[in-house]
């Protein structure tokens, strides 16, 4: 018997070019613009306002992912939200030559 080895062990899972994340926000946004759709029509809302508006914000939500795909790669969203949590430099208030001193309490207390 021949048995087909999995080459695809240890990669991303890709759809359609989408990679890791992005998949979440597609899916995510057009669930989302389904039930906005849903809810709209079941509020009396005009049928092709909520046509019109449902075709045009997954337009949107597919143009956008495909976009951000493509412009930040694969890991390049997380890093992008890490970017805004780090701190762009340490404040130090402290003069110099309190770093420099020696601490004689510690020495002093080894002994």
Same mark, same amino acid.
């Given at each position: 018997?021949?048995?087909? %080895?999995?080459? *695809?062990? *240890?990669?991303?899972?890709? &759809? ?9 926000? &597609?899916?995510?946004?057009?669930? +989302? ?13 005009? +049928?092709?306002?909520?046509?019109? &508006? ?21 890991? *390049?969203?997380?890093?992008? *939200? ?7 430099? %340490? ?13 004689? +309490? +510690? ?5």
């Amino acid at each position: 018997m021949k048995y087909h %080895i999995n080459k *695809g062990i *240890g990669r991303t899972v890709e &759809f359609k070019g989408l990679k890791a994340q992005y998949l979440f926000v &597609f899916a995510g946004g057009l669930l +989302t613009v389904l039930i906005l759709v849903m809810i709209m029509y079941m509020a009396g809302i005009h +049928t092709y306002l909520c046509l019109s &508006f449902g075709i045009g914000a997954a337009s949107i939500i597919i143009w956008k992912t495909f976009a951000l795909n493509a412009k930040y790669g694969e890991h *390049g969203l997380m890093k992008l *939200g890490a970017r805004r949590v780090h701190p762009r430099y %340490i404040i130090c208030r402290k003069p110099v030559h309190r770093y420099l001193k020696r601490n004689l +309490t +510690t020495k002093n207390q080894i002994l």
